[in-house]
């Protein structure tokens, strides 16, 4: 029986052994021969923006989340309309995603060195995972060798909004191979950044036709984001996500979703659904375990449809594919 159990493990082993060199795989350090420097120099442009404003971390976080669910981790997010093309930029969902300018010199520096060689893709997923290490999140390795796609639509767009149920948004998780837990642990980015009024607004005064705030919002909280997004409605001021430690990350996001704290209503339905409440006692209870629970699902994010090998291309400049 013993050695019936060996004869397959063997042949498991021999299986995986064979079949996998088969498929494509990004690899840490895809450029350590091409580009030796592409990483030094992706972390030091990002450390030099972030020592100038600090909400680069967030602003990246949100460009690559948004990249990788249309079409897959591709950059199709960088690309600029033309009067032929209404591009992902342009759609409403997209709305406020920033710092498109940081990759464009991330993007020049890159090509000075190793010209046509570092794809835009992997430029947002390197510069993601640096801000996140500079704004004292987890340090991680992350595999590259992405390729850049050839389309983007802003029709394509269809990014989970602010007002989804945990249920609508799971689907949409589960649709690009990312489970619950995944889904959960993500949403922990949103311990930095800011929210423009407009997307709470509903919380505050109508909620789902009511006539009355959300039930679920702490009372203080409810009081504050009154006064800060009713002082001046139509210039749409920005409110953080994480009301106490907004340029920290950490576990506090989970936290304050427990005292009723949520910003967004997707951050605070995480907490009262029962398909994420026990997910966010866990991450609550457990900010080492947050952290390294985040960065693997960054990473499996990361890996969401890539084009490798001679698919797609590398742009030279990020926001205008190389044949127009
Ligand atoms: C169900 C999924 C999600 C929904 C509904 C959602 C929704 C939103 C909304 C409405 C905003 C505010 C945008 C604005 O007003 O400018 C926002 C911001 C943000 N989101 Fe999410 N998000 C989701 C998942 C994620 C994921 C997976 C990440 C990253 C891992 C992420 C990271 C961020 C960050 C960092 C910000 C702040 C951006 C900034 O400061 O510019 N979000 N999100
Ligand atoms: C409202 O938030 C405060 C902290 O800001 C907390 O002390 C309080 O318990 C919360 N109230 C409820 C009902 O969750
Ligand atoms: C930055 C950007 O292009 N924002 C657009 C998002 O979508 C809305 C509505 O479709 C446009 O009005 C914005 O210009």
């Given at each position: 029986m013993e050695s019936f159990h060996k004869y397959t493990n063997v042949i498991a082993f021999l299986f995986l052994f064979f079949s996998s060199p088969l498929t494509l795989a990004l690899q840490v350090?895809?450029?350590?021969?091409?580009?030796?420097n592409a990483e030094t120099i992706v972390q030091q442009v990002v450390q030099q923006r972030f020592a100038a404003d600090k909400s680069v971390a967030a602003a990246l976080l949100r460009m690559h989340f948004h990249d990788c669910f249309?079409?897959?981790?591709?950059?199709?997010?960088l690309i600029d309309s033309t009067s032929t093309n209404q591009a992902e930029k342009a759609s409403g969902a997209n709305g406020?995603?920033?710092e498109f300018a940081l990759i464009d010199q991330i993007k020049a520096k890159l090509e000075q060195s190793c010209?046509?060689?570092?794809s835009c893709a992997d430029i947002i997923t390197l510069a993601t995972r640096d801000s996140v290490a500079l704004v004292g999140g987890p340090k991680y390795n992350v595999p590259t060798g992405r390729r850049d796609g050839l389309i983007s639509k802003?029709?394509?767009?269809?990014v989970p909004g602010p007002s989804s149920t945990v249920s609508q948004a799971q689907q949409s998780f589960k649709i690009k191979g990312l489970t619950i837990n995944d889904m959960v642990v993500l949403l922990?980015?949103?311990?930095?950044g800011i929210t423009h009024c407009s997307f709470i607004s509903d919380r505050l005064t109508n909620f789902q036709g009511t006539g009355?705030?959300?039930?679920?919002?702490?009372k203080t909280l409810l009081t504050q984001l009154k006064g800060t997004c009713g002082a001046?409605?139509?210039?749409?001021p920005s409110i953080f996500?994480?009301?106490?430690?907004?340029f920290v990350f950490d576990n506090e996001y989970y936290n304050q979703l427990k005292s009723?704290?949520?910003?967004?209503q997707i951050d605070q339905e995480l907490a009262v659904d029962p398909l994420s409440s026990t997910l966010v006692n866990n991450m609550a209870a457990n900010n080492a375990g947050f952290v390294q629970n985040f960065a693997k699902a960054m990473v499996k994010m990361g890996g969401i449809q890539v084009l490798q090998g001679t698919a797609g291309e590398i742009r030279t400049n990020c926001r205008v594919f190389n044949k127009n």
């Open positions: 350090g895809f450029y350590s021969k091409t580009c030796p249309v079409r897959g981790c591709d950059a199709s997010i406020s995603v920033r010209p046509q060689t570092v802003s029709n394509e767009v269809n922990g980015g949103h311990t930095v009355a705030p959300d039930p679920t919002m702490n001046n409605p139509s210039a749409d996500l994480d009301q106490k430690t907004p009723n704290n949520g910003v967004l």
